[in-house]
């Protein structure tokens, strides 16, 4: 079978940086976890743990090495030695707590003889003094045989299975920060026979799939929360990068509290990607539980609100014993809510015939008084009903304010007092 190049973007906590002397040690660099599924690929626990000593005293160059053709190569090469080398190698490799695992050993003075090694001592020196604490991104490079088999691990389908693992590298990225997606970390390696192997760039962090709104829960609380806060059904893609007989037990906005197999608590961050993927972030932290962790999220609230839904639907009559929450949120809907929300329609109904009854009295007065008042007007009976009621009663009791002129019937019409007049007479 034929060899498959793999590169895998990690990213390692700048706390895991230390110096002594010109030395500097970057801890606990996780190339991939226990059977993680990454690009539709099973990575399986012992596939991993068989290869990680072959991580053991391999160069960490500065990027993945390439030829003047710029083609990837190994990083063994001669050129890529003289290109990418930045006096750092992998060392303390390991395969533990479901991951694999190595340190960084860079000899400052050697780094110092390249630009890139200038860079990253630099980088180093501020990870220390805290002046820059963004993580440092790495990548291993490996080669495998890809075997074809069909299956499901934590919840992701895969299509194929890598065995053989044996790595050739370990790159730090410090012009590649966040780069190499599956979609545009396609590079090219030359093989010992000198013909091209197309090279797969993927993220350890990009897996699992997020699995918050899954189920029941998760279509309750999508009503109730804002779906940027992560809620218990992250469990199942941070439970991927735990230590062996551990679990998780509170998950917030922005970290995770789980306890180890000695029963130890540790805090560790976590982040969800825009893609929806869930990994670890940064290291644990060993902490004591206290009566409540903070920040507090909105899980109380959510509690809260279905125990209000339980006590209505109790205090109803119905049996909430067996329901599942979204035959509880229906019941609530039309046993609680609807009847509540038809019981106000039908009052507003009512309340919109009494204003239509009294509308329709206030119209016949006002019509039949404009009638009245029109037959001894120029005014006519439309015109008159532009008045209010009010208005048109205001012109009943005082007709000298009101724009009513009154006729002449039985009286005489006045002479003209210009008849007879002849202007020429002037």
């Not at 760039?201 to 992560?230: C, H, M």
């Not at 998950?251 to 540790?266: P, R, T």
């Amino acid at each position: 079978m034929a060899k498959k190049r793999i590169h895998i973007i990690s990213a390692v906590n700048a706390a895991n940086v230390s110096k002594s002397g010109t030395t500097y040690t970057i801890r606990d660099v996780c190339g991939a976890v226990d059977d993680i599924v990454m690009n539709r690929r099973l990575y399986p626990a012992d596939q991993l743990a068989a290869g990680v000593k072959s991580l053991n005293g391999k160069p960490a160059p500065a990027g993945h090495p390439k030829n003047s053709k710029g083609q990837h190569i190994s990083a063994a090469n001669g050129e890529a030695l003289a290109s990418a080398w930045i006096g750092a190698y992998c060392t303390n490799a390991r395969h533990e707590g479901g991951r694999t695992l190595t340190d960084i050993v860079v000899n400052g003075d050697m780094a110092q003889a390249t630009e890139q090694g200038k860079k990253l001592v630099a980088r180093l020196d501020a990870a220390i003094a805290s002046t820059n604490a963004d993580p440092i991104h790495v990548s291993t490079g490996l080669n495998l045989i890809e075997v074809v088999a069909n299956g499901e691990s934590h919840g992701k389908k895969y299509s194929s299975i890598a065995t053989n693992l044996h790595y050739d590298h370990l790159a730090i990225l410090l012009d590649e920060p966040g780069a190499g997606t599956p979609e545009e970390g396609v590079g090219m390696f030359l093989n010992s026979d000198g013909g091209e192997d197309e090279i797969e760039t993927i993220k350890v962090n990009q897996d699992p799939e997020d699995r918050r709104y899954e189920g029941a829960i998760g279509w309750l609380r999508s009503f109730f929360t804002n779906k940027d806060i992560s809620f218990d059904q992250i469990y199942d893609g941070l439970r991927v990068g735990l230590p062996e007989n551990s679990w998780i037990r509170e998950v917030f906005a922005s970290y995770a509290v789980w306890s180890d197999e000695a029963g130890k608590l540790w805090r560790q961050d976590y982040h969800v990607a825009e893609s929806g993927s869930v990994a670890w972030v940064g290291q644990p932290v060993e902490v004591v539980r206290q009566v409540s962790y903070e920040p507090v999220t909105n899980q109380q609230e959510i509690d809260t609100v279905k125990e209000q839904i339980i006590a209505a639907l109790n205090a109803a009559g119905i049996k909430t014993e067996g329901l599942t929450d979204t035959q509880a949120l229906a019941a609530y809907n039309s046993v609680v809510k609807k009847p509540v929300e038809d019981e106000l329609a039908a009052e507003k109904g009512k309340s919109k015939k009494l204003e239509d009854d009294k509308k329709a009295v206030e119209n016949a007065e006002r019509d039949a008084l404009a009638t009245e008042l029109a037959t001894n007007s120029q005014l006519t009976v439309d015109d008159l009903k532009l008045f209010s009621l009010e208005r048109l009663k205001a012109f009943k009791a005082n007709a000298s304010a009101a724009p009513v002129v009154v006729g002449n019937s039985g009286q005489k019409t006045p002479a003209d007092e210009f008849a007879g007049y002849d202007l020429n007479k002037l």
